[in-house]
């Protein structure tokens, strides 16, 4: 038999006839005949049969096919479990490109906006492939266009102004009434000229966006379990419940009031807010709506709950203050008319009368200007705690401080610290032979902001920010505290600026008290809610006493936002092991010969051999790892002392006891057990001469 596994060149064995293919033999691929008369209609039943999508057709002849695309890469990066998708195929399609629209609402839009270009990308790189083809394209560079920088989108709002057609309705109305004499009309008020509503940039719109979301969430979280809350559809008009502070004041017609709409346009703070008070005529309440909307638009730093507040406690100063300026109006629209002004006349007469009677002619009574009024009302409604709508995470009534006027700023004390972050405050506390109370070293409960977790800030100082991190999700927060006096006429403790958390309680925490006898600072003192402590003065020995029964605080501004993630979550780093396989090296490192594991640390979630490795190599301090691979099995498991959950080996080495171990063990007589037949073996010997 001839063998053939050693032919010559261009010899021909029983298996191939000739060595390669004519070129002129090369044909294309068959196209079907139905695809070659109605490509349109084949590539529609392709993707019939390969997706079973949603078919409708439009006016003009386009159909609309909604699938769900699943990625096929098994390696896939991103959670996604399916991408929605809507194909639209023109009606003279080939000759129309296909559109591409992503329905994902969890996908942010610029994510989105990658997709759909990137199958515009391939539909133009592709031409004559067919949807089917073109879609299987896309599965294989979702995770590509996903990857790409998140385009930047803007949502564009249409105001349509409709006063023409009042107008032209109006007209209209006129013309086709019948020719009747009519009285003659008053002369009607000049109407206002028309301003154009103020633009604003992108930027301003995206930060005004985020603030009103942020102080509208509060608000709801805070007033949604109120009796007479209510929300309208489109979440700008919220209703609440009003209890004013000093009702009795209020002229008789605003008594009635029980509740007030908040409007609060959908590009706050940049829009005007405005408030309709109910139960009350809207002659009577437009004028301390018109004063409360001035107020708001001069008082921009505040946020929706200090308004209210500040409605609350100021609104029979804002009632006086609009019934003079109606008055004023009416006295200058009497001497334009020159007829004798009636208003505020009785008032000098009677001063004068008095002023004849008692013989004191010389002396002019000036009325005080309302504006000093209105800044004292608003200054002592801080320091007040009987706010409508207290609650145990806020502060006193009246909402953030109000500075009336720039000079008013510059009147207070070095000693008084800037009205921003949490404030803190003592209700109801209990000053006994104490001038002034200050807290030194302060302890609170905060909560994460992330996953609402309570965690401890211990030893916060004044001045000293703080930082620490959650102990469930490793979220960094700061905390730092401003103090200030506590005395008899002033109960707030100081303010907390915080970031990344909110301020859910105060842990025990010292205090240094002042002695009202002789003004000597005592020694730090530790108290906590409800807890009364009693101590001796060391200079005068006089006894002193506080008592904390309740803690309140209350956000006036919002600490630093978290950092936003960008585009979908992504999965822990695939490391490419294979259960039962031993890791590299058995899972041992340079610094620890004896430990057979790596950890998965919890800060970063990246998988190092031991904690040296970790900072060798990461560029942020190493937490605590709560999960290791086992270095025997490459199973990950949690953290465990001795033993794999899975194999059961020893992931640390343990030293020798003594015994032989198969070799392995001491040779070492002195260390070898009693129960060791080598320990004595050949002691009588000749070894033992050799001793002798």
């Not at 559109?99 to 969890?106: A, D, G, S, T, Y």
């Not at 103020?198 to 509208?216: Q, W, Y």
């Not at 003079?324 to 008319?337: G, V, Y």
């Not at 025997?632 to 959950?645: F, I, K, P």
Request: contains cysteine; proline residues 7%.
């Amino acid at each position: 038999m001839i063998p053939t596994s050693n032919l010559p060149e261009g010899a021909i064995d029983g298996r191939q006839a000739v060595t390669g293919a004519p070129t002129q033999h090369v044909v294309r691929r068959p196209v079907p005949e139905s695809q070659a008369q109605d490509p349109r209609r084949y590539q529609l039943n392709q993707m019939k049969k390969r997706f079973s999508p949603v078919q409708n057709t439009l006016q003009d002849g386009t159909t609309n096919l909604l699938f769900q695309l699943k990625p096929s890469d098994p390696d896939f990066p991103f959670e996604l479990d399916h991408l929605e998708c809507e194909l639209q195929v023109p009606a003279s399609y080939p000759e129309m490109p296909p559109i591409l629209r992503v329905k994902n609402k969890e996908i942010p839009r610029g994510f989105a906006v990658n997709i759909e270009k990137g199958w515009d990308r391939l539909v133009h790189e592709n031409h004559g492939s067919t949807l089917l083809a073109l879609t299987n394209a896309l599965d294989k560079n979702l995770e590509a266009f996903l990857s790409e920088r998140k385009t930047e989108t803007v949502t564009l709002l249409s105001f349509k102004d409709t006063r023409h057609l009042e107008s032209s309705a109006t007209a209209l109305g006129e013309t086709s009434a019948p020719a009747v004499q009519a009285p003659p009309k008053p002369a009607p008020a000049p109407r206002r000229a028309y301003v154009p509503e103020e633009s604003f940039t992108n930027e301003e719109i995206t930060a005004a966006r985020a603030r009103r979301a942020e102080e509208v969430r509060r608000l709801e979280a805070r007033m949604c379990r109120l009796p007479n809350y209510k929300k309208s559809a489109d979440g700008v008009v919220y209703s609440f419940p009003l209890e004013p502070r000093r009702r009795d004041e209020l002229p008789v017609e605003l008594q009635r009031v029980q509740s007030v709409q908040l409007i609060v346009p959908l590009l706050y703070p940049l829009q005007p807010l405005k408030v309709l008070l109910d139960n009350v005529e809207s002659k009577d309440a437009e004028a301390v709506e018109e004063v409360f909307a001035e107020r708001a638009a001069q008082l921009k730093h505040f946020n929706l709950t200090s308004h209210l507040n500040y409605l609350a406690q100021n609104m029979h100063m804002m009632a006086k203050q609009a019934q003079e300026a109606r008055q004023k109006l009416e006295t200058a629209s009497n001497r334009a008319r020159g007829a004798p002004s009636t208003v505020n006349t009785t008032e000098p007469i009677t001063t004068s009368r008095a002023s004849g009677e008692d013989g004191k002619s010389h002396i002019h009574v000036i009325p005080r200007p309302p504006e000093w009024g209105f800044g004292d009302e608003s200054g002592e409604s801080d320091g007040s705690d009987d706010d409508y709508w207290d609650s145990e995470d806020e502060s006193d009534g009246g909402g953030a401080a109000v500075n009336t006027d720039a000079d008013n700023a510059s009147v207070s004390g070095p000693a008084q610290q800037a009205e921003r972050g949490t404030a803190i405050s003592f209700p109801s506390i209990e000053l006994h032979g104490i001038e002034l109370l200050q807290v030194s070293i302060l302890s609170l409960s905060v909560k994460c902001e992330r996953c609402r977790t309570l965690n401890d800030i211990t030893g916060l100082k004044p001045g000293v920010e703080t930082t620490s991190s959650c102990k469930k999700c490793a979220t960094a927060f700061t905390a730092k505290f401003r103090p200030e006096m506590v005395h008899q006429n002033s109960i707030r403790a100081g303010f907390i600026d915080v970031a990344g958390c909110t301020v859910a309680d105060m842990l025990p925490s010292t205090f240094i008290p002042t002695c009202s006898r002789c003004s000597t600072p005592s020694q730090g003192l530790v108290s906590v809610r409800g807890e009364t402590i009693t101590n001796v003065c060391r200079e005068c020995h006089g006894k002193f006493t506080f008592k904390i029964p309740e803690i309140k605080f209350l956000a006036i501004t919002h600490g630093a936002p978290l950092p936003p993630t960008s585009g979908p979550r992504r999965r822990q780093e695939k490391l490419g092991l294979h259960a039962g396989e031993p890791l590299p090296e058995k899972g041992t490192c340079p610094h620890y010969r004896r430990s057979y594991r790596w950890f998965r640390f919890s800060c970063c979630g990246k998988v190092h051999p031991c904690d040296k490795c970790h900072d060798d190599v990461e560029d942020h301090p190493q937490e605590w790892a709560n999960r290791m691979i086992c270095g025997w099995c490459s199973r990950e498991q949690n953290y465990a002392v001795e033993a794999c959950a899975f194999c059961g080996r020893s992931v640390i080495g343990k030293k020798g006891r003594g015994f032989w171990e198969g070799g392995k063990g001491t040779r070492d007589k002195a260390k070898m057990s009693r129960k060791d037949k080598r320990k004595f073996r050949r002691v009588g010997g000749s070894e033992g001469r050799k001793k002798e």
